[in-house]
């Protein structure tokens, strides 16, 4: 059944929710709000438009980062309540770099969880930028590049000790204190993380259509 816009189920400010999803892996980008002529932007441009309940203006994204939103299909719940806007994304959702606003974990299999690798990042940031006496990563951030690097050389010879010894308990922990250097590494180097996974989705996600990897 085709539905006009105007037919769609706005709230009392003439709102509708609108769910971005990529339309590739499927993951979810962000939630925003679109009304009448956001919308109709949106399938003119071939664009995401939204409208900001903040601002109280339309606002293009991707207009000033270049991080613009391809459509491919928008679709609508059963009440005609609810868009599901399925997009091709040119560079990340989220304003803080991250593919998607939805980063921050809360509950998965009966746990209440973070995101311990942002958590983890920030912590080594403030013991660059404000070194504790004692604190062994400010200590790697006083020793430099040479002790970092010797230990990432160190861990990853660990890690390979213990996949060939067939020991997943050590394996785990040998990883998760490579993953720790590496981050401090990177914060050394200014390389941070949204950098790693930009090369990942690159290199992979937006080729896996194209080639057999």
Same mark, same amino acid.
């Given at each position: 059944?085709?539905?006009?816009?105007?037919?769609?189920?706005?709230?009392?400010?003439?709102?509708?929710?609108?769910?971005?999803? @990529?339309?590739?892996? %499927?993951?979810?980008?962000?939630?925003?709000?679109?009304?009448?002529?956001?919308?109709? =932007?949106? $399938?003119?441009?071939?664009?995401t438009?939204?409208?900001? /309940?903040?601002?109280?203006?339309?606002?293009?994204?991707?207009?000033?980062?270049?991080?613009?939103?391809?459509?491919?299909?928008?679709?609508?719940d059963?009440?005609?309540?609810?868009?599901?806007?399925?997009?091709?994304?040119?560079?990340?959702?989220?304003?803080?770099?991250?593919?998607?606003?939805? @980063?921050?974990?809360?509950?998965?299999n009966?746990?209440?969880?973070?995101?311990?690798?942002?958590?983890?990042?920030?912590?080594?940031?403030? /013991?660059?930028?404000?070194?504790?006496? %004692?604190?062994?990563?400010?200590?790697?951030?006083?020793?430099?590049?040479?002790? $970092?690097?010797?230990?990432?050389?160190?861990?990853?010879?660990?890690?390979?000790?213990?996949? =060939?010894?067939?020991? =997943?308990?050590?394996? =785990?922990?040998?990883?998760?204190?490579?993953?720790? @250097?590496?981050?401090?590494?990177?914060?050394?180097?200014?390389?941070?993380?949204?950098?790693?996974?930009?090369?990942?989705?690159?290199?992979?996600?937006?080729k896996?259509?194209?080639?057999?990897?």
């Open positions: 059944m085709e539905v006009n816009i105007k037919q769609l189920s706005y709230n009392e400010n003439g709102l509708i929710p609108a769910i971005v999803q @990529h339309a590739e892996t %499927g993951k979810v980008l962000t939630l925003a709000y679109m009304n009448e002529e956001s919308l109709l =932007k949106t $399938i003119q441009t071939n664009e438009w939204f409208f900001s /309940r903040k601002r109280q203006k339309l606002w293009n994204k991707g207009e000033t980062s270049g991080n613009k939103q391809l459509i491919k299909k928008i679709t609508f059963c009440d005609a309540d609810a868009l599901l806007v399925q997009v091709t994304p040119i560079g990340p959702a989220c304003h803080t770099g991250e593919d998607t606003c939805f @980063h921050n974990g809360l509950y998965e009966g746990v209440v969880s973070s995101d311990v690798i942002s958590t983890l990042t920030a912590k080594i940031k403030e /013991r660059k930028n404000n070194p504790v006496e %004692g604190a062994y990563t400010s200590y790697l951030f006083r020793e430099g590049i040479d002790k $970092i690097l010797k230990k990432v050389g160190e861990e990853t010879s660990e890690v390979i000790i213990g996949a =060939k010894n067939d020991d =997943k308990e050590e394996v =785990k922990w040998e990883i998760a204190d490579l993953t720790y @250097h590496t981050l401090v590494l990177m914060e050394l180097l200014d390389v941070s993380v949204e950098d790693i996974k930009m090369v990942l989705q690159e290199r992979h996600i937006q896996e259509g194209n080639q057999n990897e």
